[in-house]
């Protein structure tokens, strides 16, 4: 199973909306991403969790939120966000360990209005 | 920053021609990893590589690691309208974290 799933795969969500994107797996991987990306562009980093403990913050407002309640789940709690944080928000798994392939989800269409 | 630059941006062929795509930075990776992405959906795993020098392949697809570690190419033959899709590259520098650097991506059209 190399599957990352994440939902919910389409939001609509307003400039004064809480809302919540969610991520799992389950293939042991203890390294866990979030990655931004529009449209015809490269993904951008966001966050990265190592076991279950945030190592890296690209310098992300703090409208987004993540959390990594166990090795499994991932998730990036939203509020108060801005048109233009429109994109595809991608979640992504890997092993912690030197050259290791990365997995992603989906990813979740996200629209702010 | 550590970027890297891949070239062409975009191209549209013909089915059955062949077609390369360049990865290209002035850093040093550990390893570097290509994936094709549709749509509106998550980038799709194609192959890593690790050592300078590599060749792989993938059926129609030929994956190559400069010596320096520095650039890949990616070959494909025979291009079909189901190899259309951004394909991006992503370098690593190894380490606890794991963090992934993308290309700027080449999106590409195959016309059957």
């Known amino acids: 199973d190399t599957e990352v799933t994440q939902t919910p795969k389409h939001l609509v969500m307003g400039m004064t909306n809480k809302k919540s994107l969610k991520c799992e797996q389950h293939m042991g991987h203890r390294a866990m991403y979030w990655y931004k990306q529009k449209a015809k562009k490269p993904p951008e980093l966001m966050f990265v969790?190592?076991?279950?403990?945030?190592?890296i913050n690209e310098s992300v407002p703090s409208r987004f939120s993540p959390e990594c309640p166990n090795s499994s789940l991932l998730n990036l709690h939203l509020h108060a966000l801005q048109p233009e944080d429109s994109a595809l928000y991608l979640c992504?798994?890997?092993?912690?360990?030197?050259?290791?392939?990365?997995?992603f989800g989906q990813g979740t269409r996200l629209t702010v209005v | 920053t550590q970027l890297l630059e891949q070239s062409p941006q975009f191209l549209s062929i013909q089915e059955g021609e062949n077609l390369t795509v360049y990865c290209n930075s002035s850093?040093?990776?550990?390893?570097l990893q290509w994936y094709r992405q549709e749509p509106g959906e998550g980038p799709v795993l194609l192959v890593t590589v690790v050592t300078g020098g590599e060749v792989k392949k993938l059926k129609r697809l030929t994956f190559q690691f400069g010596d320096a570690r520095k650039d890949s190419s990616l070959h494909i033959t025979a291009a079909q309208p189901g190899d259309t899709g951004l394909y991006l590259c992503?370098?690593?520098?190894?380490?606890?974290?794991?963090?992934?650097?993308f290309g700027t991506g080449t999106l590409l059209a195959v016309q059957p």
């Open positions: 992504a798994s890997s092993q912690v360990r030197k050259n290791t392939e990365a997995f």
């Open positions: 850093s040093v990776f550990s390893s």
């Open positions: 969790y190592s076991y279950e403990k945030l190592s």
């Open positions: 992503a370098g690593a520098k190894g380490g606890a974290t794991n963090k992934l650097i």
